[in-house]
């Protein structure tokens, strides 16, 4: 077989675009601690636990990223539960988490409530565990903290308010149901272009028993889970027109 000078072309353009895919990969990596790169590296092993029915809903937000992105639009996404305390935080982080592992650029996240509270210290603690730097920079009864998951740019400034509240958008967003309190009352999102329901369990169920600390782990790993899975269909490329 004789070789054209096209092919060694090809070739060449390959290995260059698996070497800059390899290269950002290790450049995210090397921006988080180790015990959070485990932690993500676990969670992306798990997507087989993921129920299909869940899965589809999760591509719906994923195809709202893609078709951002394409459009060259931000993607804004407003986590929603009812006291924005615990699911609607953690899914915020952990969506900026995999947004960064899997390198999908202009997407911003948010959580709010259909009231506000406080974020509460068991999440808090929850995803301190897995890794992420939490640090509360005000007191009072509904504390600012500034949530840091890699060594550089800005931290994520969290803290409960109502999902339409400064500085959430107020228009052109995704706004993602946590919880089945938030979907019932919030038929209609005001605002919002794209409404997603994805119920998580309340691990506020487990507070101050002997399974908390497991309960509000467990939590935490599937949301986790579940935003890296979203963000691995923005990446991933389309055969036939679907994703895998």
């Not at 070739?11 to 988080?32: F, K, P």
């Not at 990223?65 to 804004?76: E, G, I, L, P, R």
């Not at 979203?230 to 895998?244: A, E, K, M």
Request: proline share 5%; with cysteine; net charge positive.
């Amino acid at each position: 077989m004789t070789l054209q000078k096209s092919d060694f072309m090809w070739a060449a353009l390959t290995i260059s675009i698996v070497g800059l895919a390899m290269n950002h990969r290790l450049c995210a990596d090397n921006e988080v601690s180790q015990p959070l790169q485990s932690y993500l590296k676990e969670r992306t092993a798990e997507f087989d636990r993921i129920p299909t029915e869940r899965k589809a809903d999760l591509k719906k937000i994923a195809d709202y990223v893609k078709t951002q992105s394409d459009a060259k639009q931000t993607s804004k996404l407003t986590f929603i539960c009812t006291h924005n305390s615990r699911r609607s935080h953690l899914s915020q982080i952990w969506a900026a988490v995999a947004a960064n592992y899997y390198g999908v650029t202009g997407v911003e996240t948010y959580s709010g409530g259909t009231e506000a509270t406080a974020f509460n210290p068991r999440a808090i603690a929850a995803i301190q565990r897995a890794g992420v730097s939490v640090e509360k920079t005000d007191d009072g009864k509904n504390p600012r903290y500034g949530v840091r998951f890699q060594k550089t740019g800005d931290s994520l400034i969290c803290f409960s308010k109502v999902y339409d509240e400064a500085p959430n958008p107020k228009e052109a967003y995704c706004a993602v149901l946590t919880c089945s309190q938030a979907d019932k009352n919030c038929p209609i999102v005001n605002g919002s272009t794209l409404r997603v329901a994805i119920p998580f369990e309340d691990p506020k169920v487990a507070d101050d028993k002997p399974e908390e600390k497991a309960t509000y782990d467990e939590r935490c790993q599937q949301i986790c889970r579940e935003m890296l899975y979203l963000f691995s269909q923005v990446t991933r490329p389309r055969v036939g027109g679907i994703r895998d």
